[in-house]
């Protein structure tokens, strides 16, 4: 038989104690209950389940179920991408964690290519761009490309793409990486 311990508590001490196991209950239902809201699949539909600002076509509800989890549509029907663009942004998003089948994510390519095709993707000017062509171009974080944006209206334009290292809290990789796609024009 296992032995048992007795710890002579005062009641104040004893008060203390039930405190700190209620609170770390408390804590730890919030935990279970935010992991568990996590788990859950979306809500159809993501942020903007009516597709707003999107044509209506083939796959256009498989864009807004896949895509609109993490953007809103207007994000998408801001871009105008080759289908070659369109295929790169669509494999960047499901390394991001994106989840569709394969045919799901056939269908958001043809969507995307029939009612948001450009021309060939022209460099993107750092020191003009908006937030949403540094996210979706340069391929950065919303808090990276705001992170840009303050530091360009801080100090001004950048010279070179190598001044972008000066960005606190940008990971200059991205940015190296997308050299064939960025330009610092003043």
């Known amino acids: ?34 992991t568990a809201r996590q788990n859950q699949a979306p809500p159809a539909g993501g942020l903007v389940p ?15 179920k896949i895509c609109g989890v993490c953007h809103e549509t207007r994000r998408t029907a801001s871009l105008r991408l080759t289908r070659e663009g369109w295929s790169g942004v669509i494999e960047d998003m499901v390394h991001r964690g994106a989840k569709g089948t394969d045919a799901e994510l056939a269908q958001v390519l043809d969507y995307l290519a029939a009612n948001f095709l450009g021309e060939a993707q022209r460099p993107l000017n ?29 100090n001004g334009p950048f010279k070179t793409l190598d001044d972008m290292k000066k960005v606190p809290g940008l990971d200059f990789k991205k940015i190296d990486s997308r050299r064939d796609y960025l330009v610092a024009i003043q």
């Open 50 to 64: 009516s597709g707003e600002g999107m044509p209506d076509g083939p796959g256009k509800d498989v864009v807004v």
């Open 1 to 34: 038989m296992g032995r048992v311990f007795h710890i002579d508590l005062r009641p104040s001490d004893r008060c203390h104690m039930t405190k700190a196991l209620i609170i770390g209950v408390l804590v730890l239902s919030g935990a279970i209950a935010t």
């Open 126 to 154: 750092v020191n003009t761009a908006s937030q949403i062509d540094l996210e979706t171009v340069a391929g950065l974080l919303r808090k990276e490309a705001a992170a840009v944006l303050e530091y360009r209206d801080k």
